[in-house]
């Protein structure tokens, strides 16, 4: 059996030119453009591309967007004082600090002074906390995205065993709380998990969120599983890998995301499609 392949690109597309459709129509009927602010701090050389490709998305979608890079050994307050004075532009609908931050940074305290009616990646304690209590603001935009790719399956997630591979606050975390959302059985594993296959192999949805090339195996998946990479690896020969044996493993699972193509471009489709909502929020 060969898995039936959720094709990342395809459904980003799709959801792109509806979103662009939405702004277009916001802009024209009350005059509102969706604005996201980026800011990034630092050369990390994986962050300068994820920054390049958001401000590239808002700008195809018609969306506005404002940049803010600075030097890695920038004094935090200067970056505190950037986000207050965002916060209080009404232009400004949605705003992104880039992770990780250096080191003398408080990423927290970061995160912390967005305001939560603009936090479009969902990573403010307020609205984690909304996010726990099931009633939430802004949905982080990888697991956000993963569950528009679980919804193309037309499968009946309830009841369903999901295996999260990964516990960061980014993706595993929130990752668990929406499959609990839509009445999976979770169980979250992570470094410190004992005999990690033992749980994969019960997985009706297994979800690898580690940064570990080629980690899940063949060996470690159940026939007909549903298999979301949302790793992205880069290889000594500079090719992209996931977390997943992707080539040995669709050959057992039911369906399976690639990488590159698979959650990748729907990241940066959630970001625009909070964004938009963040906006539509702020009318009377
Ligand atoms: N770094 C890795 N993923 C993300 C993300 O989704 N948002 C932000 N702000 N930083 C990240």
Redesign the pocket.
Known sequence: MTAHILDGNALAQRMRAELAEKAAALAATQGVTPCLAVILVGEDPASQV?VRNKVAACEKAGFASLKFTYAADVEPAVVLAQIAALNADPRVHGI????PLPRHFDAEAVLAAISPEKDV?GFHAENVGALVQGQPRFI???PFGVMKMLAETGLDLRGAEAVIVGRSN?VGKPMALLLLQQDCTVTVCHSRTRDLAAHTRRADVLVAAVGKPKMITAEMVKPGAIVIDVGINRLADGKLCGDVDFDAVKEVAGWITPVPGGVGPM?ITMLLANTLLAAERTLP
Do not use: E, F, H, R
Not at 96 to 99: A, M, S
């Open positions: 994820y992104l600090v880039q992770l990646d982080p935009c990888t980014i990241t």
